[in-house]
T-cell receptor, first 109, second 117 residues
Framework: GQNIDQPTEMTATEGAIVQINCTYQ??????LFWYQQHAGEAPTFLSY??LDGLEEKGRFSSFLSRSKGYSYLLLKELQMKDSASYLC??????????WGAGTKLIIKP | GAVVSQHPSWVICKSGTSVKIECRSLDFQATTMFWYRQFPKQSLMLMATSNEGSKATYEQGVEKDKFLINHASLTLSTLTVTSAHPEDSSFYIC?????????????FGPGTRLTVL
């Protein structure tokens, strides 16, 4: 079956750096997405990786290793507004988006 | 660009009534629209995928006669929850995509919170 694993919850301190990992096992691969979702709101797009390596976008970076079925989202200079759930999603060979359960990130002052 | 709207943003209805939720892509043509349901503290659950002009593809376990999806145009899809019951209370989110290509992200609407009394 298809599976995406990410930690359920993480806690970090304001101003610090946090890495949220995601491992996947899917039938085919057509890219990996990271989304941010604040409580009670819809997800918003953060990043897309289809080739191995690191994609940097401001305070957020996303890394992909296709051979390892692994990605991480790196958040730098954490701010209180970064408290949210972070969803990892993979497009499989049918271009269907398979969602992880999300990682709830709690930022403490 | 790539804005998706949903209407209504919240709705309260009596058990047994039907509720229609609209999803519109405001500034692009959405070849594919998706309907999700999300219960508190849980992840998104895909209910169905719809392409303009064709029947929706429902995920396993989702009753197509209860959750009617119509994708009449490239900018509008509707989800009707028929004979709603309290267990249908949830956060319903639509998303739209320009196409199937790997890089085509899904743009999400703001969601509709349904409460069935």
């Amino acid at each position: 079956g298809q599976n995406i694993d990410q930690p359920t919850e993480m806690t970090a301190t304001e101003g610090a750096i946090v890495q949220i990992n995601c491992t996947y096992q899917t039938s085919g691969f057509n890219g990996l997405f990271w989304y941010q979702q604040h409580a009670g709101e819809a997800p918003t797009f953060l990043s897309y990786n289809v080739l191995d390596g690191l994609e940097e976008k401001g305070r957020f970076s996303s890394f992909l290793s296709r051979s390892k079925g692994y990605s991480y989202l790196l958040l730098k200079e954490l701010q209180m507004k970064d408290s949210a759930s972070y969803l990892c999603a993979v497009k499989d060979s049918n271009y269907q988006l398979i969602w992880g359960a999300g990682t709830k990130l709690i930022i403490k002052p | 660009g790539a804005v998706v709207s949903q209407h209504p943003s919240w709705v309260i209805c009596k058990s047994g009534t039907s509720v229609k939720i609209e999803c519109r892509s405001l500034d692009f043509q959405a070849t594919t629209m998706f309907w999700y349901r999300q219960f508190p503290k849980q992840s998104l659950m895909l209910m169905a995928t719809s392409n303009e002009g064709s029947k929706a593809t429902y995920e396993q376990g989702v009753e197509k006669d209860k959750f009617l999806i119509n994708h009449a145009s490239l900018t509008l899809s509707t989800l009707t929850v028929t004979s709603a019951h309290p267990e249908d209370s949830s956060f319903y989110i639509c998303s739209a995509s320009r196409g199937l290509a790997g890089s085509n992200e899904q743009f999400f609407g703001p969601g509709t919170r349904l409460t069935v009394l």
